[in-house]
């Protein structure tokens, strides 16, 4: 799935290209998209058309676009979604889900390569949006909500949980899943499966600190997500891993600080975690 990192890149693509725009013409390709808010396509059609898009916000890994009158566009990229400015002439592409067209000229095309697509979008009241898309309220967003290391460290002790399944539970923690998750906990040298309540003061504080760095590398890596990024990036045509990460994907090549075997071990089912075994204690 997209992540944070991702997802905050195009929520700022949106917030320069979009907010104060008008929506004019809306044109959705496939109907599955709009099921979990709507009946069918023209119900979004009706919901968006004339809407002016007033702010673009997100909360893990969802974008919510405010509109007037309190209602929100939301954008759920799903899996491996994307989305893409284009001339409200042109055509939808094969791989594209819905379109939108504005007033001034322009329009924003959401795409995603798959046979069943995992991208959602649907317009909603806003005090309703969170609600509509299963985020819960209190789930920490290591971004938006930016706590304390303190904050942090009584989070991770309420939390009590293996810090792996901590970072990747959505009730807990918003828009981080398998990649970032890794990358963290290396970037860290703290083991998945390191229970969160009994972290040392010094651990916190490199767990607190490899979040903030993680992100902020991830955002700087993805570039303009608007224009010509790929939405799935982590790991190329050839199976290699992005270049920006340290641990992901890299199963049997040496672990960059100590050189020693990445390992790929099985938590529970579904879910993957890549370690070393060496210096992530």
Known sequence: ????????????????????????????????????????????????????????????????????EGMTWILDPGEAGSLHKETAS?????????????TTGGALHVSEVADEPTVRIGVVPTDEALDAVGLSPDALDLFDDNPTWMEFGRFLAEADKPLKLLLVDPDLVAGIGPVYSDEILWE????????????????????????????????????SSLDDAEADSMIDDEGESAQHLRVYGRDGKPCHRCRRPILRTRIKKGVYTYHCQQCMI
């Open 1 to 68: 799935m997209l992540e944070l990192p991702e997802v905050e890149v195009l929520r700022k693509d949106l917030e320069k290209e979009v907010v104060g725009k008008r929506v004019k013409d809306v044109t959705v390709e496939t109907a599955s998209v709009v099921r979990p808010f709507h009946r069918n396509r023209p119900d979004l059609v009706k919901a968006l058309e004339g809407r002016k898009i007033e702010a673009a916000r997100r909360r893990g890994n969802i974008i919510f676009l405010e509109l007037d």
């Open 188 to 223: 860290a040298g703290l083991r998945h499966d390191h229970p969160s309540s009994t972290l040392s003061t010094q651990e916190t504080r490199r767990l607190y600190r490899a979040t903030q760095e993680v992100i902020v590398a991830a955002m700087k890596a993805a570039g």
């Open 90 to 102: 042109e055509k939808p592409g094969p791989d594209t889900h819905m379109a939108a067209t504005f």
